[in-house]
């Protein structure tokens, strides 16, 4: 078992930038797979980026060019940089790991507001 803690959220205006972190309770080393969700009101919550123990990512169009995801293994932590925010970006961002590929049991953090507002 994991558990997942994210940090970072905030107000932003647009066209800022914020970067979140997600700390796991555990070491992340020989996790499979971990990355970054979102869910906006009144929408299905979509995957942002992911990255794989091979470093190999994944990004959702929305945030290409604009997201980085970045994990420290001595830290058992990934991080989300966020550039260029837009109004859209707007939502409740959470932390999954994804221990095997094989795995039935996912984990999840509480989520981070990220608001983008003038």
């Known amino acids: 078992q994991v558990q997942l803690v994210e940090s970072g959220g905030d107000l932003v205006q647009p066209g800022g930038s914020l970067r979140l972190s997600c700390a796991a309770s555990?070491?992340?080393?020989?996790?499979?797979?971990m990355g970054w969700y979102r869910q906006a009101p009144g929408k299905q919550r979509e995957l942002v980026a992911s990255?794989?123990?091979?470093?190999?990512?994944n990004y959702a169009d929305s945030v290409k060019g604009r997201f980085t995801i970045s994990r420290d293994n001595a830290k058992n932590s990934i991080y989300l940089q966020m550039n260029s925010l837009a109004p859209e970006d707007t939502a409740v961002y959470y932390c999954?790991?994804?221990?095997?590929?094989?795995?039935?049991?996912?984990?999840w953090g509480q989520g981070t507001q990220v608001t983008v507002s003038s």
């Open positions: 999954y790991a994804r221990p095997l590929l094989s795995s039935t049991t996912n984990y």
């Open positions: 555990r070491s992340i080393f020989n996790i499979y797979l």
């Open positions: 990255m794989s123990l091979t470093g190999s990512t």
